[in-house]
């Protein structure tokens, strides 16, 4: 579907996210003819550099970023010449009558990405509107982390709100970018089949696994300030809990679908610190120089962040009391695997001999790799031996069911760009949001913090710390194996 033209600004535009995610992303679209003929992409950062320097900057980052690289070379040219650049200074008065100067008298849509620091957040919207660029049409897009803390997203929502309204600012989470993740909403909304038993009565338990096989590689810095708490639960792993358990929207808009995401935040539990676990990787044996230890990543032999959580929560509403919600989410573990798993209940009586076997339907919700949604279906094993009971998948696959063209997947960050083009913020997070999230996440750090908690050491390609597995063991289940 093609946009609108539109003037897309990125600060922090020579930063590793511009090279690594948002150039390479729309460059895609580019290739697949969704931006505009007079479309322009600025890049704006503090170093010095003219057009043409950019310009080769970005040729570099597409041809190492792009995996598709070769097959779309020939179009590399006319990207390209699609890109500006500005040396600018966030802080100060440079570069901002140049920026000025390209983007006025154009009749576009104007978006500003800030991917810089969260620090700079409030001098980049100031500098903004001084510029007379925070006009009614301007969209602000901004990355996590979105605070450290509730007191310091409210700062931060309260800064932004000075200057743009809540309908210009797109707080990306690239999570909700995923495809499956706009699929489990399809499943769920557009099927008679799965809503009806959506609930405690019919659902044992479910669980969000996301786990990574990379540690905290050179983001060390930023890593040991946050941990997989702030970096992951408080905003990828809570806005899956979310669409999985919120109630159906009205409306897919925006504010209808995060009117009910924010009524499960609000709704969660808090956590007792009995029902945590907290991990921090040990080095790789053998291998320490090239896989390290957490602590030593990190450069702090004493570090108490964790890179490894799961926890136990509940939602206390009408349908989801008495179902527990799993949720883990660490690095350096065995395998790279984002998967949500809903565990029905048994079937209240079996009608069969006992040795048939007892089996539960399970919903597998694969975000990557291999995209796709699993149900697990129990039927008559074949064969002459009697009645005998097997599960076997009904498999959603997107590649295998759609062809070629469900096989084409967008990166998340092109699809979320596309849609701050098109004004839709439904897979935005929205400021309430934020700060319910950090509400309930607060009390979990702010207790780890009272009572000096260190993090289980595990091994690195590991499930994480043994707490992880005692968590389920207690309650009789046992996490989904996720490789
Ligand atoms: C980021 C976190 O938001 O998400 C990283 O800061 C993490 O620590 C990354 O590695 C995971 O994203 P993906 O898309 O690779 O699962």
Redesign the pocket.
Known sequence: IPVDPFDLVIFGGTGDLARRKILPGLFRRFCAGQMPENARVIGAARTEMDRAGYQQMIREAIAEFNGDFEHEKAQLDGFIDRLEYVAIDAKGEDGWAELQKLMAGTERVEAYYFSVSPALFGDLAERLQQWGMADAQSRIVVE?PFGRDLKTAQALNATLAKYFDESQIYRID??LGKETVQNLMAVRFGNMLFEPLWNSQYVDHIQIT?A?T?GVGG?GEY?DKSGAMR??VQ??LMQLLCLIAMEPPARFDPDAVRDEKLKVIRALDPVLPHHIARGQYQAEPCNEAEQPGYRTAVGDPRSRTESFVALKTHISNWRWAGTPFYLRTGKRMAARS?EITVVFKETPHSIFAEDAGRHRNVLSIRL?PNEGITLGVTIKEPGPGGMRLVDVPLDMTFADALGPEGAEQVD?YERLIMDVIRGNQTLFMRGDEVEAAWAWTDPIIQGWEARNDVPKPYDSGSDGPTDANELMRRDQRQWREYS
């Open positions: 996590k690239h999570y996301v990574e990379v983001r890593y970096d992951m905003n990828h984002s990557q998340a």
